[in-house]
């Protein structure tokens, strides 16, 4: 006797569930389902998307239909946790960070000691103001990517499931571009190179520290300096190649020149004496990345007023921020610019002698094997290139009386 079926329940993905993976659907819409069960129903191709069996991992797109066995018991879903009311202030503080928006997407100008994201005993941070951001779009605002509390610039935001996928991925893939501006104490040694040191979380830090580790992830960051102030410090500009927890931060003081005002890193040694701020001076200048709907996002935020007050009193000149180290890295490395020109130099010799030849007269000396095999001569006759095969070769010394 088989075992009856359970009844079936069915959804079609709405617009504002585009993108998300399907156990983020469950827990927006069927929030009582345990993780279990759809695992269960998943595996026995109970669960399915258009007629097809899905997994739990699959990412949905809008229009699809979605059928599930209906639970034989309907959990009770926790109440949603309801974060403070937004006030007046708190609105216009919102809308006071916003360089860019989009149908897909927003980006803030970060203020310094915003935190991203709340945690103890933080009670302001960009995620609690994203209400201020919906706008006319029909669901809520998501954070894709985060700067620490102190560090300032420009941070992006997904205004739809479908786009918080989208640029999740790219950053994950390291096809998103990041660029960031910082002050540090005193002044490498090379003016633009790249930082190769592994990070790990350092122990008794409650995963909040990081150090350099042989065992810890790969990390790697460029840099260049912009400007100095003879040898108390430097304008530098970094991207990070990977990105690992407070990677900047690490790298710069582990190469002795830890970012102005960080004292988590630095220590006393990270602050400067006279007018210079004692706040992080660590800004997220510039960011690009691709836009899902095509084309690209290509945002540069604004350094707050510690940080241009700093420029200001150590004599930096903020024209020279404006050139890139994308602008010196897009070339080919040095030893193949070299080879490349050496190629093409003796591309140009080789051209300037065809074009002596072809001006020479006709009674010039031919030079059509130049570069080439010689053309073999004729043989003349009674010569040794004309002797009978199996004839021997005359010796050059006469022979011996016997």
Not at 3 to 30: C, M, N, Q, S
Not at 185 to 195: L, S, Y
Not at 252 to 268: N, Q, T, W
Not at 374 to 401: V, Y
Request: charged letters at 30%.
């Amino acid at each position: 006797m088989s075992t009856p079926k359970a009844p079936l329940d069915g959804a079609v993905i709405a617009e504002e569930d585009d993108g998300i993976r399907l156990d983020r659907w469950f827990k927006r819409h069927r929030p009582g389902t345990p993780h279990a069960l759809l695992a269960r129903w998943a595996r026995s191709g109970q669960l399915t998307l258009d007629g097809r069996k899905a997994d739990v991992s699959d990412r949905i797109e809008a229009g699809q239909t979605l059928a599930m066995p209906i639970p034989p018991v309907e959990a009770k879903a926790r109440p949603a946790r309801k974060g403070r009311p937004l006030t007046q202030a708190d609105i216009e503080l919102a809308e006071s960070m916003l360089v860019h928006r989009d149908g897909s997407a927003i980006v803030l100008n970060k203020l310094p000691g915003l935190a991203t994201q709340g945690g103890t005993k933080t009670e302001s941070h960009v995620d609690g103001l994203l209400d201020a951001l919906k706008y006319d779009a029909p669901v809520r605002p998501k954070l894709v990517h985060r700067l620490d509390k102190d560090t300032s610039g420009a941070l992006l935001i997904a205004r739809t499931p479908r786009a918080a996928a989208y640029f999740a991925k790219s950053f994950s893939n390291r096809s998103a571009k990041k660029t960031y501006w910082a002050i540090v104490v005193g002044v490498p040694d090379i003016a633009q190179g790249e930082i190769d040191l592994p990070l790990a979380k350092q122990p008794g830090s409650g995963g909040e520290k990081m150090h350099v580790h042989d065992s810890g992830l790969p990390s790697k960051t460029r840099y260049r300096i912009i400007d100095r102030a003879g040898n108390r410090a430097a304008w530098v500009e970094l991207q990070p190649l990977t990105g690992r927890t407070h990677q900047l931060r690490v790298h710069m003081a582990a190469i002795g020149h830890p970012i102005v005002g960080d004292g988590k890193y630095g220590g006393k040694g990270a602050f400067l004496t006279g007018a210079v701020s004692r706040k992080l001076h660590l800004h997220s200048r510039r960011l690009r990345i691709d836009h899902p709907d095509g084309g690209a996002i290509d945002v540069q935020a604004e350094v707050p007023e510690h940080f241009a007050a700093s420029l200001d009193a150590l004599g930096f000149d903020p024209v020279l921020g404006d050139v890139g180290i994308d602008d010196v890295a897009k070339g080919p490395p040095p030893k193949a610019a070299a080879k490349a020109a050496a190629k093409a130099h003796a591309k140009q010799i080789r051209k300037a002698r065809r074009g002596e030849r072809r001006g020479r007269t006709a009674t010039s000396k031919p030079t059509d094997h130049v570069g080439k095999p010689k053309p073999k001569e004729k043989a003349k006759p009674g010569s040794s290139r004309a002797r009978k095969p199996g004839t021997k070769k005359p010796s050059a010394r006469p022979a011996r009386p016997r």
